[in-house]
């Protein structure tokens, strides 16, 4: 997986509350078997008319919007299905990063199994940094996830938390299998105990 | 002593393997469903580091979203391609790498949420995942059961244990008793209402009070279906003698002395007296209505009585999205629900695809005619559910009113496959969500129980099931 460290970019505003996994990539992209190429789909129905044309109000087909690689978004970001196209559409389209008051559960998990920093922070924070990114691209917000900051395009900076260890494996690039593995042993001595406890299972 | 523990906490316990300092667990899944659609890219993970599933015994994989319902299926050819290649990939990886398997031909195939349950392959206190985010279905058991993305799709595979913080503690409880006419999906649809469908984000919800007491098993997982709509990542209920008596004789069930065992430990499960709760939610069942959704989010829910909200009811940015949503759905602010008039009715659903879904729906039925014009079907959750509903002559009630009398699959619910609304067609649907696009593009839906959506099917607009229901039922 790839690094996530410090990251400066464009910022789109998306002010809607729950948009919902649907919205980020419609199901008629889930049948593909492939994890890549999805970013041309991100946002499908609200990005463009049933002819395929771009629709030219929705934030990332204006011109400043194109190079986006954080979206700043309402509350109850990725709600609805576990399905991972949608991190995987919002990975291929080159964001990186998202901030919100809130996120659904599921798909706050696999943002970071794909290399994106999903931030929560209070909704102040998140309407000035809303504010910042409606300046297009001449404004350039940056994220520190080692220092645990965003900053404005005026050096306004906000601190965020996040999970020590999905820190760690964010800024390193860890495969989770791979880690998981390490604890094999563990594995093997809970199915050994459990074929004694509970024999049922 | 050790400290009083929720239910949630017990099974939580009970399949930690390993736990870092900062309390990060490794934790071990009894049960792993796959379907088509979340698990192609978790297998060619394994393939391409040339890993093999872990424990294929307890992996379990059946099609449901792709496949066609209707009748012609039997060819064993499906039109769409891209749907083709997911259901034949399942095919071969089920295959290829051992695991257990429903193919379409076969009469056990359905929704993986329905074949779990009803194969005994849920069990309480267990844990089961999905790649799909419905799998708080399961919950209704006393099992911790959640969906989870692709990349954890290939971890169970590989390590059959996943990697997880413990959520917070949540109750919902029910009081009292149910009206007449009010079922466990209004009861579910409630509790998003009150709680908002970021409500239970970060928490494990456990459902409790009378109301779920005195509900079936099916009721119970349609309730547990809809945690994560209400942001939860599980719902639990509390195994007891519904429970057992549900999973008894079930073909991967324990048997004879197993089972005994295993109830001895089921019995166990409960959450200690003085348990602590981070969040508690409370509704009393006789303040719950027949519901309907208005808007594009589950939480866009009022009882049938109600009329469309304004938007400039709401608050923060949720003024914007309702004006979005009447919008998308063609609503004025004021309008009576009542006076919504329906195109489609849904009748199936890893919600509401049970035996009792169908019974409810043709208990309405009974005698009745859809409305002219109206597109109707139903669709069981699993071929054992169609077979017994046929076999208890709903299937011909169904029929004689107007409705398709589905194979089964998630349909609609998704519209992955052929079934799916049309630019501006409204559905009544039993779904479970009624996001923008949900059931096909710019489609509308209507998030009902089935006896509200027998009723509307019937009347041609969202109507409160209670007039049509006959005297005795009603009293």
Same mark, same amino acid.
Request: proline letters at 4%; aromatic letters at 6%.
């Given at each position: 997986?790839? #690094?996530?460290?410090?990251?400066?970019?464009?910022?789109?505003?998306?002010?809607?509350?729950?948009?919902?996994?649907?919205?980020?990539?419609?199901?008629? *992209?889930?049948?593909?078997?492939?994890?890549?190429? &999805?970013?041309?789909?991100?946002?499908?129905?609200?990005?463009?008319?049933?002819?395929?044309?771009?629709?030219?109000?929705?934030?990332? /087909?204006? $011109?400043?919007?194109?190079?986006?690689?954080?979206?700043?978004?309402?509350? /109850?970001?990725?709600?609805?299905?576990?399905?991972?196209?949608?991190?995987?559409?919002?990975?291929?389209?080159?964001?990186?990063?998202?901030?919100?008051?809130?996120?659904?559960?599921?798909?706050?998990?696999?943002?970071?199994? /794909?290399?994106?920093?999903?931030?929560?922070?209070?909704?102040?924070?998140?309407?000035? &940094?809303?504010?910042?990114?409606?300046?297009?691209? /001449?404004?350039?917000?940056?994220?520190?996830?080692?220092?645990?900051?965003?900053?404005?395009?005026?050096?306004?900076?906000? !601190? *965020?938390?996040?999970?020590?260890?999905?820190?760690?494996?964010?800024?390193?690039?860890?495969?989770?299998?791979?880690?998981?593995?390490?604890?094999?042993?563990?594995?093997?001595?809970?199915?050994?105990?459990?074929?004694?406890?509970?024999?049922?299972? | 002593?050790?400290?009083?523990?929720?239910?949630?906490?017990?099974?939580?316990?009970?399949?930690?393997? !390993?736990?870092?300092?900062?309390?990060?667990?490794?934790?071990?899944?009894?049960?792993?469903?796959?379907?088509?659609?979340?698990?192609?890219?978790? *297998?060619?993970?394994?393939?391409?580091?040339?890993?093999?599933?872990?424990?294929?015994?307890?992996?379990?994989?059946?099609?449901?979203?792709?496949? $066609?319902?209707?009748?012609?299926?039997?060819?064993?050819?499906?039109?769409?391609?891209?749907?083709?290649?997911?259901?034949?990939?399942?095919?071969?990886?089920?295959?290829?790498?051992?695991?257990?398997?429903?193919?379409?031909?076969?009469?056990?195939?359905?929704?993986? !949420?329905?074949?779990?349950?009803?194969?005994?392959?849920?069990?309480?206190?267990?844990?089961? %995942?999905?790649?799909?985010?419905?799998?708080?279905?399961?919950?209704?058991?006393?099992?911790?059961?959640?969906?989870?993305?692709?990349?954890? %799709?290939?971890?169970?595979?590989?390590?059959?244990?996943?990697?997880?913080?413990?959520?917070?503690?949540?109750?919902?409880?029910?009081?009292?008793?149910? @009206? $007449?006419?009010?079922?466990?999906?209004?009861?579910?649809?409630?509790?998003?209402?009150?709680?908002?469908?970021?409500?239970?984000?970060?928490?494990?919800?456990?459902?409790?009070?009378?109301?779920?007491?005195?509900?079936?098993?099916?009721?119970?997982?349609?309730?547990?279906?809809?945690?994560?709509?209400?942001?939860?990542?599980?719902?639990?209920?509390?195994?007891?003698?519904?429970?057992?008596?549900? %999973? #008894?004789?079930?073909?991967?069930?324990?048997?004879?002395?197993?089972?005994?065992?295993?109830?001895?430990?089921?019995?166990?499960?409960?959450?200690?007296?003085?348990?602590?709760?981070?969040?508690?939610?409370?509704?009393?069942?006789?303040?719950?209505?027949?519901?309907?959704?208005?808007?594009?989010?589950?939480?866009?829910?009022?009882?049938?009585?109600?009329?469309?909200?304004?938007?400039?009811?709401?608050?923060?940015?949720?003024?914007?999205?309702? @004006?979005?949503?009447?919008?998308?759905?063609?609503?004025?602010?004021?309008?009576?629900?009542?006076?919504?008039?329906?195109?489609?009715? *849904?009748?199936?659903?890893?919600?509401?695809?049970?035996?009792?879904?169908?019974?409810?729906?043709?208990?309405?039925? @009974?005698?009745?005619?859809?409305?002219?014009?109206?597109?109707?079907?139903?669709?069981?959750?699993?071929?054992?559910?169609?077979?017994?509903?046929?076999?208890?002559?709903?299937?011909?009630?169904?029929?004689?009113?107007?409705?398709?009398?589905?194979?089964?699959?998630?349909?609609?619910?998704?519209?992955?496959?052929?079934?799916?609304?049309?630019?501006?067609?409204?559905?009544?649907?039993?779904?479970?969500?009624?996001?923008?696009?949900?059931?096909?593009?710019?489609?509308?839906?209507?998030?009902?129980?089935?006896?509200?959506?027998?009723?509307?099917?019937?009347?041609?607009?969202?109507?409160?099931?209670?007039?049509?229901?006959?005297?005795?039922?009603?009293?």
């Amino acid at each position: 997986m790839e #690094k996530f460290e410090k990251l400066t970019g464009i910022a789109a505003p998306m002010p809607l509350v729950n948009i919902d996994t649907d919205m980020i990539i419609p199901k008629v *992209f889930l049948k593909t078997i492939k994890r890549s190429g &999805l970013g041309v789909n991100l946002f499908d129905e609200m990005r463009y008319d049933r002819q395929g044309n771009e629709i030219p109000d929705f934030v990332l /087909n204006k $011109p400043q919007y194109r190079d986006t690689q954080i979206l700043v978004a309402g509350d /109850n970001f990725g709600c609805g299905s576990s399905r991972e196209h949608a991190p995987w559409a919002i990975a291929d389209f080159g964001i990186k990063c998202v901030i919100s008051t809130s996120f659904a559960d599921i798909f706050y998990n696999n943002c970071f199994k /794909n290399g994106i920093l999903p931030i929560v922070l209070p909704q102040e924070a998140v309407d000035v &940094l809303m504010k910042d990114a409606e300046k297009g691209s /001449n404004a350039r917000m940056t994220v520190d996830l080692e220092n645990q900051t965003v900053t404005t395009s005026d050096g306004e900076e906000f !601190h *965020f938390e996040v999970d020590a260890f999905k820190k760690h494996c964010l800024l390193e690039g860890l495969d989770d299998i791979g880690l998981t593995m390490a604890h094999v042993k563990d594995i093997d001595a809970y199915e050994a105990r459990m074929a004694q406890e509970r024999p049922w299972v | 002593m050790t400290a009083p523990k929720t239910l949630y906490d017990k099974i939580w316990d009970a399949h930690v393997t !390993h736990e870092q300092e900062d309390g990060t667990c490794l934790l071990y899944i009894d049960r792993h469903l796959v379907h088509e659609v979340t698990s192609p890219q978790a *297998f060619e993970g394994l393939r391409m580091a040339g890993r093999k599933v872990r424990a294929p015994e307890k992996t379990i994989a059946v099609p449901d979203h792709n496949v $066609p319902t209707t009748l012609d299926r039997v060819s064993g050819v499906i039109a769409n391609e891209e749907s083709r290649i997911q259901v034949d990939a399942l095919d071969k990886n089920a295959k290829e790498f051992g695991v257990n398997y429903y193919p379409v031909s076969d009469i056990r195939q359905g929704i993986v !949420h329905i074949v779990g349950p009803e194969q005994g392959w849920t069990l309480p206190g267990m844990t089961v %995942v999905c790649g799909d985010s419905h799998t708080a279905t399961h919950g209704a058991f006393g099992a911790l059961a959640h969906g989870i993305g692709t990349s954890e %799709v290939e971890h169970v595979l590989a390590t059959q244990t996943l990697i997880q913080k413990k959520s917070k503690n949540m109750k919902v409880e029910i009081t009292g008793k149910l @009206k $007449p006419g009010v079922t466990p999906k209004d009861v579910t649809l409630a509790i998003i209402g009150a709680t908002g469908t970021a409500g239970g984000t970060g928490y494990v919800i456990e459902y409790c009070g009378q109301v779920i007491r005195d509900m079936s098993m099916e009721g119970r997982m349609t309730v547990c279906n809809m945690a994560i709509e209400g942001g939860a990542r599980a719902g639990l209920i509390a195994p007891d003698e519904t429970t057992f008596e549900y %999973v #008894k004789g079930r073909p991967h069930a324990p048997k004879g002395a197993q089972f005994e065992a295993a109830l001895n430990w089921w019995k166990t499960l409960y959450t200690d007296e003085g348990a602590h709760f981070d969040k508690v939610v409370t509704l009393r069942g006789e303040d719950i209505e027949p519901v309907v959704t208005w808007g594009t989010s589950p939480e866009d829910v009022l009882p049938i009585s109600s009329v469309v909200p304004d938007p400039e009811s709401f608050k923060g940015g949720k003024v914007e999205a309702a @004006k979005r949503a009447l919008d998308y759905m063609g609503l004025k602010a004021g309008q009576k629900l009542t006076d919504i008039q329906i195109d489609t009715v *849904f009748i199936g659903s890893c919600t509401n695809g049970r035996i009792e879904d169908l019974r409810a729906a043709a208990e309405i039925l @009974k005698g009745k005619k859809i409305k002219d014009g109206m597109r109707a079907m139903v669709v069981p959750g699993s071929g054992l559910v169609r077979a017994q509903a046929e076999e208890e002559g709903l299937a011909d009630i169904f029929k004689e009113a107007g409705f398709e009398w589905r194979l089964a699959g998630c349909s609609m619910c998704l519209a992955m496959n052929p079934d799916q609304l049309s630019e501006g067609e409204r559905c009544a649907s039993t779904s479970n969500r009624n996001f923008e696009g949900r059931q096909g593009y710019k489609g509308r839906t209507h998030l009902v129980s089935p006896a509200m959506a027998a009723a509307a099917a019937v009347t041609g607009h969202l109507t409160d099931v209670r007039e049509l229901m006959s005297e005795t039922e009603n009293a």
